[in-house]
């Protein structure tokens, strides 16, 4: 029974490991920065509007399982899975252990754009939500402030800088071709990617003015898209009716105008 348990428990340890290995590299210490406390709070203030007037059953966050971007779901059932870190679900995001059709809400905070295969968890989301489920994304705008600075000799070593930015109307394919329908979208945090909160409040004027002038170059956006599927229709058999002779009609009302003559 001890060689039984510590070989489970060995296979245990090196499924950990390697789910490790695929977490995104940086993005604890990112989030409590000054620079991820600024995206985060445009975040959160975008999820709680779209989500909070949802109902269903089961809510599910993929990704930041430090951040409960949840709380304000009225769904009772939410529950993080992700591949390290306080999660309820520890597991391959391209493999999700969940049912088919059994999900009706699924938040997923800069999740594509740091995987190797974003196609992949996008297939399995669509797999594991229902018909007119809600899919929330939010990612790093590649046409942004945000996205020159990858260009920079080092914009590409930490994070944010080292994901694969994916644009919006690049999502949107993607999303279409999965039979989802994208209703609504947002950009917000038009500074720059600047370290410094004082520096940061600076370009507070920024804000306003790309919500008018310049809506697209945001350099984060947000995309809510409900999973459609199409409805069979029922083909009835054409039942033949026997008509009586048009003749024989006649005859018979001719027949009942004599006797009455009678």
Same mark, same amino acid.
């Given at each position: 029974?001890?060689? %039984? ?9 090196? #499924? ?21 406390? &600024? ?7 975008? +999820? ?5 007037? !949802? ?9 930041? =399982? ?19 870190? =306080?999660?309820?679900?520890? %597991? /391959? @995001?391209?493999?999700?252990? +969940?049912?088919?059709?059994?999900? /009706? ?11 190797? /295969?974003?196609?992949? #968890? ?7 939500? +229902? ?11 590649? @046409? ?24 919006? !109307?690049?999502?949107? /394919? ?14 917000? %945090? &038009? ?8 520096? +940061? ?55 009942? #105008? ?5």
């Amino acid at each position: 029974i001890l060689e %039984c348990w510590n070989s489970d428990d060995l296979k245990h340890g090196l #499924i950990v490991e390697e789910l490790q290995k695929m977490s995104i590299t940086g993005i604890d210490g990112w989030v409590a920065s000054a620079q991820g406390r &600024y995206v985060m709070a445009w975040e959160q203030e975008k +999820i709680n509007a779209v989500i909070a007037d !949802l109902f269903g059953y089961n809510a599910l966050q993929l990704g930041l =399982p430090k951040l409960d971007l949840l709380a304000q779901s009225r769904i009772l059932l939410r529950q993080t899975a992700g591949e390290s870190g =306080p999660v309820n679900v520890l %597991c /391959d @995001l391209h493999e999700l252990p +969940i049912a088919n059709a059994s999900v /009706d809400l699924v938040v997923m905070p800069h999740v594509l754009e740091f995987n190797d /295969d974003p196609h992949q #968890i996008l297939r399995e989301v669509e797999r594991i939500l +229902i018909p007119d489920g809600q899919l929330v994304i939010t990612g790093f705008n590649p @046409l942004s402030l945000w996205g020159l600075r990858r260009r920079l000799p080092k914009g590409r070593k930490v994070f944010p800088g080292n994901g694969n930015y994916i644009s919006v !109307l690049r999502l949107k /394919d993607w999303l279409q071709l999965l039979s989802f329908e994208v209703e609504r979208g947002n950009f917000g %945090c &038009y500074a720059p990617p600047l370290k410094k909160a004082r520096r +940061i409040r600076h370009w507070h004027f920024m804000e306003a003015a790309g919500d008018r002038w310049w809506s697209f170059a945001g350099g984060v956006y947000l995309l809510r898209a409900v999973k459609r599927v199409h409805g069979m229709r029922l083909i009835m058999p054409r039942w033949k009716q026997k008509r009586m002779a048009r003749k024989s009609l006649t005859i018979i009302a001719q027949k009942e #105008i004599d006797q009455s003559g009678q």
